[in-house]
């Protein structure tokens, strides 16, 4: 039944080795998101996937990547991760600009940096 | 600037009735949706309104005025589990959700 599918639910890196987070979705929706979500926090839009055009937030760091290899999967890849990486990190979907077009969240994945 | 402001924290009591607020600024609307987040969990959809007026979901009601850049979120027969971060987020002219802090309820016995 999930629908959204985020692993690893936790994830434990070393500070400056490089992790890769994984989402995928079983709605077939065209857009994928990827947030950063520190404690008592808006979630933070990193970027997002319309179909296969990209869309990177202006403020998002460049030690942050993303891929997107098919409608299901995404990843988020950090280069470098640092102390102030520390969040959970959300995966989202949606349906674009039909009706409600609420987002769908996946469990998140909460990431430590040692 | 865009902007949504939204109490930090409220406290309320089982069984009570509870109205969380939410305001907002925005290049453009397109809608404003309000999410339950349980610590440590994902945010959970609960509503979305895109004209003015009262929408109403069992225990939960959502209200919007656009033209005072306004919603509220009221919560009926509070039960111990609606304890949760309650968060406001606006769809903006370009169809990019702006988020509020969200607003966590403490729910006593």
């Known amino acids: 039944d999930a629908m959204v599918i985020q692993n690893p639910r936790y994830q434990v890196t070393q500070f400056g080795k490089p992790v890769t987070l994984s989402c995928s979705q079983t709605?077939?929706?065209?857009?994928m998101y990827w947030y950063q979500q520190k404690s008592s926090q808006a979630p933070k839009l990193l970027f997002h996937?319309?179909?296969?055009?990209?869309?990177n937030e202006a403020d998002t760091p460049d030690n942050f990547q993303s891929r997107r290899p098919n409608t299901s999967f995404c990843f988020l890849d950090i280069r470098s991760p640092g102390l102030g990486d520390a969040a959970m990190y959300l995966c989202?979907?949606?349906?674009?600009?039909?009706?409600?077009?609420?987002?769908?969240f996946g469990p998140g994945t909460r990431l430590t940096v040692t | 600037g865009q902007n949504i402001d939204q109490p930090t924290e409220m406290t309320a009591t089982e069984g009570a009735i509870v109205q969380i607020n939410c305001t907002y600024q925005?290049?453009?609307?397109?809608?404003l949706f309000w999410y339950q987040q349980h610590a440590g969990e994902a945010p959970t959809f609960l509503s979305y309104?895109?004209l003015d007026g009262l929408e109403e979901k069992g225990r939960f009601s959502s209200f919007l005025s656009r033209s005072k850049g306004y919603s509220y979120l009221l919560l009926k027969e509070l039960q111990m589990k609606d304890s949760a971060s309650y968060l406001c987020?606006?769809?903006?002219?370009?169809?990019?959700?702006?988020w509020g802090a969200g607003t966590k309820l403490i729910i006593k016995p």
């Open positions: 989202a979907t949606s349906r674009p600009r039909t009706g409600v077009d609420e987002q769908y």
């Open positions: 709605l077939n929706h065209n857009v």
């Open positions: 996937y319309y179909d296969k055009d990209f869309n």
């Open positions: 925005t290049s453009g609307f397109n809608g």
């Open positions: 309104n895109v």
């Open positions: 987020a606006v769809l903006d002219s370009n169809y990019q959700l702006i």
